[in-house]
């Protein structure tokens, strides 16, 4: 299936999706099924048109390709089409955001992957079982499998991580098998159809957190510290400037904390500013030892010196309440371990890092716990508060009784958390 790509003026980046009938293999209870391959996210042609060439070593385009298995049908003869487009949505998101995608990913898409009514409405990216990644004359490519979950298994795997969760559904022949084929009429999430992996789950939230290490969400901050400017004047000012914008090196660093989700046991630490990754790919998204304490890991501080990092005495943070709903999971899953977790704003380049006091690299410390650069707000937030925001902030994890806008406040702290909903953070103006 062709798209017309973006490149020859179409509104799809992808040049095209490959789509093949692999007979499976019954022996390893891997059913028949179409395997669809994406091209263009790597770089096809390495004439810098879509993508910059960084040489035979480093990742090609943006270092991926997508592929997807979906169960053959009795009596399907062509394989189904929708795939392609799914494709196309998220191939769209990475040439749009610039983030790329690793294993154990999730990506919530908020409705059934081919617009019927299945359950199967989010996805988990692996490595594709049987495409290793090649080298080209552009560079390296890895095959990231697209695989399709339910709204239950997108939450474990975000509260838990992506890989765990994989992991199972490798373990349940229906959901996934062994080579992880999505099956869109699948009715029940593995926890129904094993109720014993739901404690595999709680197990590992409880001793390893989260490794989601950020979000992409609707959030803003304000700084409580200034008087605000007169309405009519801020408002003009919005217009005619470019509100301030993030150094490329602060984009670097967040763009980095989003892709990295700190493993348990070694000292997170925020990646340094100027963080060259090994050839392109992350592989376990665990810090190299270097990145431990006993390394020079006040590189990671330095760069923040040329930077002017504003101390904030008094914050206001706002959310939508899809970004509000992890705020729990930000504080139990990550912090109350020792890490950091970002949200960074859909539509600009607000971001919102909490930090915990054990995470080298912040520019936010216990003397000045709210420091921004920019538009990039650092939180520190101390193991007490955090325990005791989790008591206020219970009623977050019960949608069903919430009326919006919601406000939570810490006077003694000068910090006001705000729910409130989506229209407000539509308009830029806001």
């Not at 409580?224 to 400037?241: A, N, Q, V």
Request: glycine content about 8%; hydrophobic content about 35%.
């Amino acid at each position: 299936s062709a798209g017309t790509p973006a490149l020859l003026g179409g509104p799809d980046p992808l040049d095209y999706v490959s789509m093949y009938r692999n007979l499976g293999n019954p022996a390893l209870n891997v059913p028949e099924h179409w395997h669809y391959v994406s091209f263009g996210l790597s770089d096809l042609y390495g004439d810098n048109r879509v993508h910059e060439f960084t040489g035979t070593d480093g990742p090609s385009g943006f270092g991926f390709e997508l592929t997807f298995r979906l169960k053959r049908e009795t009596g399907e003869s062509a394989p189904p089409t929708w795939p392609a487009e799914l494709m196309q949505g998220l191939a769209r998101y990475v040439f749009q955001s610039e983030n790329t995608f690793c294993s154990g990913d999730h990506v919530s898409w908020h409705s059934p992957l081919d617009n019927s009514e299945s359950r199967i409405q989010h996805m988990l990216l692996t490595e594709d079982p049987q495409m290793q990644p090649v080298q080209t004359p552009f560079g390296v490519v890895t095959f990231l499998q697209i695989v399709g979950v339910c709204t239950e298994e997108l939450h474990a795997a975000q509260q838990w991580n992506g890989q765990g969760i994989l992991e199972l559904l490798r373990t349940v022949p229906v959901a996934g098998g062994p080579w992880l084929i999505t099956d869109m009429r699948r009715g029940e999430t593995i926890f129904e159809i094993d109720p014993h992996l739901q404690e595999r789950v709680d197990k590992g939230i409880e001793t390893d957190g989260s490794n989601l290490s950020g979000v992409s969400a609707k959030c803003a901050w304000d700084d409580l510290s200034r008087p605000p400017e007169d309405d009519e004047d801020s408002r003009s000012i919005c217009i005619g400037t470019q509100p301030r914008r993030l150094s490329g090196k602060d984009t670097e660093q967040i763009r980095e904390t989003l892709r990295r989700g700190l493993e348990i046991n070694s000292k997170p630490v925020l990646p340094p500013i100027n963080a060259q990754r090994q050839n392109g790919l992350n592989h376990d998204r665990a810090p190299s030892r270097k990145d431990s304490l006993e390394s020079d890991s006040s590189a990671a501080i330095i760069p923040h010196e040329l930077i002017r990092t504003r101390q904030l005495e008094s914050v206001h943070l706002k959310f939508n309440q899809e970004s509000g709903a992890l705020i729990p999971l930000c504080l139990r899953g990550r912090l109350l371990h020792g890490r950091h977790f970002t949200y960074k704003s859909i539509t600009g380049d607000t971001a919102i890092t909490f930090v915990s006091t054990g995470v080298e690299g912040a520019f936010a410390t216990e003397e000045h716990p709210y420091a921004a650069h920019g538009p990039w707000l650092q939180i520190l937030l101390t193991e007490e508060f955090v325990e005791r925001m989790l008591e206020d902030l219970e009623d977050l994890n019960s949608p069903e009784e919430f009326k919006l806008p919601k406000e939570y406040s810490w006077p003694e702290k000068k910090l006001k958390v705000s729910i409130l909903p989506d229209a407000v953070f539509d308009n830029p103006l806001h």
